[in-house]
């Protein structure tokens, strides 16, 4: 079946620094959604790839889609205090399936 | 506000004790989504319903009981079959294949 992996599972970052995280999916998918869960509460839509190679940013985070539609990358730049949490990609193929997350810790 | 509820926050279960966990979504949505979420871990399927009166399995459906007699609500009944129950439970609402929205979740633990 569908399975989306993701790596790492956690990432501490110094405040200011830059970081990414990675989703890979054993099938081709139509798209792939990005979602942020902070401690404590559920998890909120970032957004949403389609297209083959597709590129979106908000504001210092920057989605990417893999040429084949099997690969996902968030990259946060200057990542700030308000960027802790747990960011989670799920690719939908027949149905939606989520990677296990990657959680993010920030040093001030 | 359109948005899902779910209720209650938190949730108590005896041995042998079934629980149902509610979830209604007033946002039209055809389709309605039960994760559950252990710590450290992502969002596994549970069971999912596109359409009013029928409903799937997901990928950890045993254990659980799901119903959709109308729109709006789809309920979960955790049974006492579920053996280590202990998890954070999150509803989810959605169109097609577009984004879902999720509810606040319900922590369930075992006395």
């Known amino acids: 079946g569908q399975q989306v992996m993701q790596i790492p599972q956690y990432q501490h970052v110094q405040e200011g620094e830059d970081f990414t995280t990675y989703c890979n999916s054993s099938?081709?998918?139509?798209?792939i959604q990005w979602y942020k869960q902070r401690p404590g509460g559920h998890p909120v839509f970032l957004i949403q790839l389609v297209k083959s190679g597709e590129v979106k940013k908000q504001k210092r985070l920057t989605f990417q889609f893999g040429e084949a539609k099997k690969n996902s990358s968030l990259h946060i730049t200057a990542t700030q205090t308000t960027d802790v949490g747990t960011y989670f990609c799920?690719?939908?193929?027949?149905?939606?399936?989520f990677g296990a997350g990657t959680t993010v810790t920030v040093r001030a | 506000d359109g948005g899902i509820t779910q209720s209650p926050k938190y949730l108590f279960r005896k041995e042998g004790q079934n629980v149902t966990l509610s979830c209604e979504q007033n946002l039209n949505h055809d389709a309605m989504y039960w994760y559950r979420q252990d710590p450290g871990q992502g969002l596994r399927l549970i069971y999912y319903?596109?359409?009013?009166?029928?409903?799937q399995k997901g990928d950890i459906a045993e254990g659980y009981s799901v119903s959709r007699e109308k729109k709006e609500s789809f309920p979960l009944t955790v049974t006492s079959a579920q053996k280590n129950p202990t998890a954070f439970y999150l509803c989810?609402?959605?169109?097609?294949?577009?984004?879902?929205?999720f509810g606040d979740g319900t922590r369930l633990s075992i006395l």
């Open positions: 799920a690719g939908d193929d027949y149905k939606l399936s």
């Open positions: 989810a609402s959605g169109v097609g294949n577009q984004p879902q929205h």
């Open positions: 319903s596109q359409i009013v009166n029928d409903f």
């Open positions: 099938t081709t998918l139509s798209n």
